[in-house]
């Protein structure tokens, strides 16, 4: 019963974005303070700039020699999260953290955690790269993969639906049933993915998707899962999936 | 032999275990000193012309507030010095400028951290042994979720 | 950039405190104005200052030193037009 509940509301998320457009979606950036915004548009201002200055000089010095063109690994920045596998392995979603770390891999040998400053500031850069490009999150081709993929979409809307944390709330109340309504001085925002990583003030910080959804998890007092945890991938994919169409704002700052 | 820690023992040693760890509270306090404190600078009574502080009335964070001051006194002294001070801070000095060559008009600009709504001082020595100063309230909103990441 | 209030893994132990502690800046070698930080100033601060170029232009430039004694430095050429 309860999967069939997931599949519906998954269903009617999902397909609701084919209806006329009477549902406006909104992205983050709109839900800013007017100084934020204001910090947001400025160019020597804004914090992301020093990342993404950094993610240049990273690029320049390990990924140019495999990815020639910048414009078009940018647009992996609106595909992400993909189902992959490595050798031998099963199956899983990565987003482009994983990505990035993988690559990282090869060139380095080294194992960096998603919120590691070079993994973040290429990140951000491919963000950068990746302005005005809409979200459009494939399933996957082969068959196999296609099973897999739904379901780690039936259990990424579960999580979105599903009451947690000694607040008992789920994710689709406050990010849909109670958007623009004040939250103390946060004003909740409809959560769509289209400025990650963000520079978050409290954070004083750049942080990937993987670190924000963590917090929400902590914001209702549940466990919080460890980073990289497929539960937070299934998430992921699943919300990226609803924001589908929308366009990538590139870098952004949050509260 | 079993030690038998009565409770009145047991009181006794976790009272001065906690007045121990009151007194190494300020382990790294840089200035927690009474001429921060907001009482002092008011009864300080300093001219506030020629200082204009912006910063806005109402900030979205705590953890980065623009602020720009201006330093230009109407006297004929020039700024040698100035410090912004934020007396609610655990650290109330938040910046000390020497100018070592005396200047008729400052202007500077940066971002503070406010760890709850205060009053922000800026307090100027002129090269002519005076000072000025200067404060601007600031309501601090913090956000609304726990964040453990 | 870490205050020294931030608790580490595990929740007991404080990160120690590292911020610029100070910046001075030069122009033309004579040093302008030489500010001292506080853990009161944000991270990625910005700091902004107006300048007076003199007529035939001047070397502006900034060093600045941390906690851990980590030193750095950066100039730039200034005209007057």
């Known amino acids: 019963m309860n999967i069939l509940k997931c599949f519906s509301v998954l ?55 495999c990815h020639q063109e910048i414009k078009e690994l940018a647009s992996a920045v609106v595909r992400y999260p993909i189902l992959k596998s490595k050798l031998g392995q099963a199956s899983k979603v990565w ?49 196999k993969d296609k099973q897999l993929w739904q379901e780690q979409m039936i259990q990424g809307a579960a999580i979105y639906t599903r009451r947690q944390g000694r607040l008992n709330l789920s994710c689709t109340q406050c990010h849909d049933q109670n958007i623009g309504k004040n939250l103390r001085s946060d004003i909740v925002s409809p959560a769509y993915l289209t400025g990650f990583p963000i520079y978050r003030q409290s954070w004083q910080t750049v942080g990937s998707i993987d670190r924000r959804l963590r917090a929400c998890y902590s914001g209702v007092q549940a466990t919080v899962p460890s980073t990289q945890s497929s539960e937070l991938r299934a998430l992921e994919l699943f919300l990226k999936k609803r924001s589908e169409g929308m366009l990538w704002d590139g870098p952004s700052i949050r509260r | 032999m079993r030690p038998n820690l009565s409770r009145r023992l047991l009181l006794l040693h976790t009272s001065w275990l906690s007045m121990a760890t009151f007194f190494s509270k300020d382990v790294f306090s840089q200035s927690n000193v009474d001429s921060y404190s907001q009482k002092h600078l008011k009864n300080l009574n300093l001219k506030s012309e020629g200082i204009t502080i912006e910063i806005p009335p109402l900030a979205d964070t705590g953890n980065s507030i623009p602020m720009s001051i201006q330093i230009q006194p109407t006297s004929s002294a020039k700024v040698q010095s100035f410090e912004i001070i934020a007396p609610e801070n655990p650290n109330q000095m938040v910046l000390r400028v020497t100018l070592p060559n005396p200047q008729k008009k400052l202007k500077m ?41 | 950039m870490e205050t020294g209030y931030r608790l580490g893994e595990g929740g007991n132990d404080r990160i120690p405190k590292n911020i610029i502690e100070n910046i001075v800046i030069k122009l033309n070698q004579q040093v302008l104005m030489n500010a001292d930080l506080g853990t009161g100033i944000a991270a990625n601060p910005l700091l902004s200052i107006f300048v007076e170029v003199p007529k035939d232009g001047g070397m502006i430039s900034v060093e ?4 851990l004694g980590k030193q750095g430095r950066a100039e730039k050429m200034l005209l007057a037009i």
Request: negative net charge; proline residues 4%.
């Open chain 3, 64 to 67: 600045w030193r941390d906690d």
């Open chain 1, 95 to 143: 987003n482009i953290e994983d990505q990035i770390i993988d690559c990282f891999g090869k060139i380095s040998q080294e194992s960096l955690s998603t919120e590691h400053q070079n993994v973040l500031a290429l990140s951000i850069f491919l963000s950068d790269a990746a302005k005005g490009m809409p979200i459009h999150v494939d399933e996957p081709n082969i068959k």
């Open chain 1, 11 to 65: 269903f009617f998320i999902v397909f609701s974005y084919h209806l006329p457009a009477q549902v406006i979606r909104q992205s983050g950036n709109q839900f800013l303070s007017p100084e934020m915004l204001k910090l947001q548009n400025d160019p020597n201002g804004n914090p992301t700039v020093l990342w993404i200055d950094q993610g240049q000089e990273l690029w320049n010095a390990n990924c140019v020699k």
């Open chain 2, 109 to 149: 600009a940066t971002r503070i951290r406010l760890a709850l709504s205060q009053d922000v001082w800026v307090v100027a020595k002129l090269d002519d042994g005076t000072s000025i100063a200067q404060s601007a309230n600031c309501v601090v909103t913090l956000n609304a979720c726990f964040d453990a990441t």
